[in-house]
């Protein structure tokens, strides 16, 4: 899938921004979000939303259920972005980690060593802030202090941008589907392609 700046996109986004950074810097990070989420839905093909698609396109032939279900797999395990907003940004980190804690953005599936590389220009551009950067540092320090090779993912970087930009309380998750939909169409039509007709 060709990945370019969804430019139309991201100047409907710039409405619902505020705050201290230039229209061109909001612009410049929700574009490098748009390309993240985009590129590693799709290099990361059995992601719980993609993979939803998947068993809904078979099961039904219906393109509106599959995206339904895509949607539907995001906000607990996968995908938590408002949680991960909350967690890094509204409540106190504790001192220690508690043992099988599990915390919303961080963690990957697919890169357990690493932060997955499709984040790595969201990453540059987030550590130029410390007011956003430092709370998943922090997170990330809790992990190292208890051998915990966990990683912050998606839902983190994506919570991130969210508070840089000004981005409204409860509609995080617009910054996940909204570029995401392209891609799970593609993996629709993947499955419709080699699936019978149901009669």
């Known amino acids: 899938m060709e990945n370019r700046d969804p430019v139309p996109v991201i100047t ?3 409405q619902f921004t505020s705050g201290p950074l230039t229209l ?13 989420h985009v590129t590693s839905s799709t290099n990361n ?13 078979a099961a039904s032939g219906s393109v509106a259920n599959a995206l339904v279900s895509a949607i539907a797999a995001t906000g607990g395990r996968h995908a938590p972005v408002t949680q991960a907003r909350r967690q890094l940004y509204r409540e106190k980190a504790p001192d220690k980690l508690p043992e099988r804690w599990v915390v919303p953005g961080f963690g990957n599936s697919f890169f357990k060593d690493r932060i997955d590389p499709a984040w790595d220009s969201v990453v540059a551009l987030l550590r130029s802030h410390a007011n956003v950067w430092g709370p998943i540092e922090t997170w990330q320090a809790l ?3 208890a051998n915990k090779g966990v990683h912050p993912n998606a839902a983190a ?7 840089l930009v000004g981005w409204p309380e409860g509609l995080e998750p617009v910054l996940v589907i909204q570029p995401r939909i392209s891609v799970w169409a593609a993996v629709f039509q993947g499955v419709a392609e080699v699936t019978p007709q149901l009669q």
């Open 143 to 145: 992990f190292r202090a």
């Open 157 to 163: 970087f994506t919570a991130a941008v969210a508070e």
């Open 12 to 14: 409907d986004w710039l």
């Open 24 to 36: 061109a810097e909001r612009e410049r990070i929700l574009a490098a979000l748009w390309r993240a």
């Open 45 to 57: 093909e059995q992601n719980a939303s993609n993979v939803a698609v998947m068993v809904s396109a």
